[in-house]
């Protein structure tokens, strides 16, 4: 498979030279050096308001997956297009509003809320808790007993759904941490309906990431359906009904459903039920937005296959090392005739998983500058200082505008805040 082929929206090739959206590529390396993440806003754009579209006339609130990417420009940039957020920890929530985000637009998902993070939630007036165990949901009433407030809840079902993913993002079986199984949860929900600081407004389903058919969604949100039927029959109103996310995106060549097939699909069997629909995608909106740009150091003969070392790292990604995740790897400049060979694309961290593809068919000689495609989500987001290594800059690229939205780390930034004791001056 030609590695050009597929190219994501923000991405082209004109006379040889990689662009984003209206700029040479190669000039973001000259300029801002390597590594480096880049985004296309346009491409961020298009994405959310293809989710957006995908609802039709359906009442719907799109909560961007916080976790994906969480630099503050992207988040103030899908605030602006009204975009809910969906949170996982105290510091996402404050990302969020730091970026102008509408804290009533937010809902908290993740199965370890701490009491300062459920405080600073309940002051700040998030759309609602969506709860993983019955000793969440205590914690939460007292709380809110505490602050004579009213907590806004949804429960998130485990529907023991095999999403068909890769297992360390599988979230939905019954083996997994996240959520209760339906029974639990209808247990739950009636104390939270007899509370007096605790409101069940919701329900809410996460099955897992990456997921490139529509069938485990259907099946999950048929588990939703049958539970708000049985709540309201017991007087418990649901108000909006959250699928979670996780829809995938193209790496390589795999068929993708499109978000208008996803809600199409779910709508046919949520809409008789008149709920709100919800739903958290993250990296189908950012994740193909984004490429990390690397030089290659050192083309190495090994004795049984070429290496190209280059300067990103699995601290830079670290999708390939954890997943055996496969991202596409194109040559930022193609020269007509170029001899290729096929190499694993190594960086210098000291670990054998540090890989960022294996076998790939490249022009990649010394110096040369490499782009590794689908890097907008959990690319940054997971980026790590392993080995002593700065994080990359980040930039923002709109048309032939470029905007540095995250600085890149100094060494002596890495180890300011440490200290030797004085008995070793």
């Given at each position: 498979m030609s590695s050009d082929l597929n190219l994501p929206n923000g991405f082209a090739r004109q006379a040889g030279s990689l662009f984003c959206e209206?700029?040479?590529?190669?000039?973001?390396?000259?300029?801002?050096?390597?590594?480096?993440?880049?985004?296309?806003?346009?491409a961020i754009t298009d994405a959310f308001l293809t989710w957006k579209q995908a609802f039709g006339d359906a009442r719907h609130l799109v909560c961007y997956a916080v976790k994906a990417n969480s630099n503050i420009a992207i988040l103030r940039l899908l605030a602006s297009l009204g975009s809910g957020f969906d949170i996982v920890s105290g510091g996402e929530l404050e990302r969020v509003l730091t970026a102008g985000g509408d804290a009533a637009k937010v809902v908290?998902?993740?199965?370890?809320?701490?009491?300062?993070?459920?405080?600073?939630?309940?002051?700040?007036?998030?759309?609602?808790?969506?709860?993983?165990?019955?000793?969440?949901?205590?914690?939460?009433?007292?709380?809110?007993?505490?602050?004579?407030?009213?907590?806004?809840?949804?429960i998130r079902i485990n529907p023991d759904v095999d999403a068909k993913t890769h297992p360390y993002i599988s979230t939905g079986l019954k083996e997994n941490k996240f959520g209760v199984n339906a029974q639990q949860a209808l247990e739950l929900y009636r104390y939270a309906q007899g509370a007096s600081h605790l409101q069940p407004?919701?329900?809410?389903?996460?099955?897992?990431?990456?997921?490139?058919?529509?069938?485990?969604?259907?099946?999950?949100?048929?588990?939703?359906?049958?539970?708000?039927?049985?709540?309201?029959?017991?007087?418990?109103?649901?108000?909006?009904i959250d699928i979670g996310g996780g829809l995938g995106i193209q790496y390589s060549d795999e068929a993708i459903p499109s978000p208008s097939e996803l809600i199409s699909a779910v709508r046919a069997e949520l809409d008789p039920l008149d709920a709100e629909l919800m739903i958290e995608p993250g990296r189908s909106i950012v994740g193909n937005a984004g490429a990390l740009l690397t030089k290659v150091l050192v083309e190495k003969a090994g004795d049984t296959k070429y290496f190209a070392v280059v300067d990103a790292a699995m601290n830079d990604l670290l999708r390939p090392a954890l997943y055996s995740a496969w991202q596409n790897i194109v040559e930022v400049s193609v020269t007509q005739g170029s001899e290729k060979n096929t190499y694993d694309i190594v960086g210098p961290v000291c670990e054998t998983g540090d890989f960022l593809g294996k076998e790939r068919s490249l022009s990649a000689r010394?110096?040369?500058?490499?782009?590794?495609?689908?890097?907008?989500?959990?690319?940054?987001?997971?980026?790590?200082?392993?080995n002593t290594r700065p994080r990359a800059a980040e930039i923002l690229v709109h048309g032939s505008h470029t905007h540095i939205i995250r600085q890149r780390e100094t060494l002596s930034s890495l180890w300011q805040d440490e200290q030797i004791p004085e008995a070793l001056l």
């Open positions: 209206d700029t040479q590529v190669s000039d973001l390396a000259e300029q801002f050096g390597t590594p480096l993440y880049i985004y296309s806003q346009t908290f998902s993740g199965v370890g809320k701490s009491p300062a993070e459920i405080r600073r939630a309940l002051e700040v007036g998030i759309r609602c808790f969506n709860v993983e165990s019955s000793s969440e949901l205590y914690l939460i009433e007292k709380i809110a007993s505490e602050r004579g407030d009213t907590a806004r809840i949804s407004v919701g329900v809410d389903c996460h099955i897992g990431s990456q997921l490139t058919e529509v069938a485990p969604f259907v099946e999950s949100v048929q588990h939703l359906r049958d539970l708000v039927l049985q709540l309201r029959k017991s007087g418990i109103n649901i108000e909006h010394e110096g040369d500058l490499l782009a590794v495609m689908g890097a907008g989500a959990y690319s940054f987001s997971m980026a790590s200082n392993y």
